[in-house]
């Protein structure tokens, strides 16, 4: 009977192609004596993860620009943000307890979509910068600027901000960004 539960229990383990005798070749695989090889757990880089509730998005704040001509001009009435929402996950490469801050420069269209995503300040996270510029440019939406009554191009300034709450680094949930081991 324990025999049959332990070929059972062998069976349902993730297998690997048979390692064959003589034969030289790196295996990244843990192999048993029996010619049984299981594929290892994922052990690449740890990503933090934050929280829809560990971010807000501060106050749009015009930026002056060119506008037909006029040099360093802002519309008579700025660009508002529309649809800022805050990203559902965003992940960091390392864990700071502190909170970071991400300051994007946006250049809106006339139509109140971001034509243009630049990091101005970053949060010392070249990935949580990037993920926070792709979020904008791609869901972000604003009512455009108006100058004289014409929608017009502008330039706004948005800091999001990132927080892990208070939490302790073994409280924050870190996983890696790829669900699957990479062979």
């Keep these: 009977m324990a025999l049959h539960a332990a070929l059972l229990l062998a069976l349902t383990l993730p297998v690997a192609a048979p390692i064959k005798r003589g034969v030289e070749f790196f295996v990244p695989y843990e192999c048993t004596g029996l010619g049984l090889c299981t594929v290892p757990p994922y052990r690449g880089p740890r990503y933090y993860r934050y929280s829809a509730q560990g971010m807000k998005i501060a106050a749009v704040v015009a930026e002056p620009m060119t506008i ?73 939406r604003f009512k455009p600027a108006l100058d004289r009554g014409r929608k017009v191009r502008s330039s706004v300034r948005v800091t999001m901000e990132f927080d892990f709450l208070g939490q302790s680094e073994n409280a924050v949930r870190y996983e890696p960004l790829f669900d699957h081991p990479i062979p």
Excluded: C, M
Excluded at 106 to 117: A, F, H, K, Q, W
């Design 68 to 140: 037909d001509g006029r040099a360093d001009v802002v519309p008579d009435i700025a660009a508002k943000g529309d649809r800022l929402s805050a990203p559902v996950v965003a992940y960091a490469k390392t864990f700071d307890s502190r909170p970071r801050a991400v300051e994007l420069r946006i250049l809106v269209s006339e139509t109140g979509r971001p034509l243009d995503v630049q990091v101005v300040r970053g949060s010392g996270d070249a990935l949580l910068d990037q993920n926070a510029a792709d979020y904008a440019q791609e869901r972000w």
